[in-house]
């Protein structure tokens, strides 16, 4: 699925998000002899595990693709999912316009475009597009303090 959406924030803020979430993340699950990891590890081919510890919980992040103020591509598996997701930035003055897209790689989507099939699509748009909108709104929120 795909959306795009226009956020009043800058390219490098919306990649400085990222890039400190998936530190974040990857900072949280480090095996105790790791060093930490920083900006300049955020790249292609970098991977995160998150919940190791346990084959049913554990999340795989894989950096596909990544070139900071323009793209990122990522694929995210577990066990039982795997979902490949990618931001595409375009400047627009003093926006900027995302391009979202997240597949489901497992292909487990239903024939039928029935009305629940439907309903599923619009709930699933309805949170990517939330999604969006949080990043724009923790920038909001750093920029004030």
């Known amino acids: ?29 480090l095996d105790e002899e790791q060093e930490a990891y920083t900006n300049s590890d955020i790249q292609e081919g970098f ?16 950096i596909n ?4 103020g323009e793209f990122y591509e990522a694929t995210a598996s577990s066990l039982t999912d795997s979902y490949r997701m990618s931001y595409l930035i375009t400047p627009k003055d003093d926006n900027i316009l995302v391009d979202y897209e997240q597949v489901n790689l497992n292909n487990f989507q ?11 699509e619009a709930l699933y748009l309805s949170r990517m597009s939330n999604s969006l909108y949080d990043v724009e709104r923790a920038v909001f929120k750093a920029r004030a303090n």
């Open 110 to 120: 239903a024939e039928s475009k029935g009305f629940f099939a439907k309903l599923g």
């Open 1 to 29: 699925m795909k959306i795009s959406r226009t956020l009043t924030i800058t390219t490098d803020e919306f990649f400085d998000y990222l890039e400190n979430q998936l530190l974040k993340i990857a900072n949280d699950n």
């Open 65 to 68: 693709k990544y070139k900071k």
């Open 47 to 62: 991977r995160i595990i998150q919940n190791r510890d346990t084959d049913i919980n554990k999340v795989e992040l894989l």
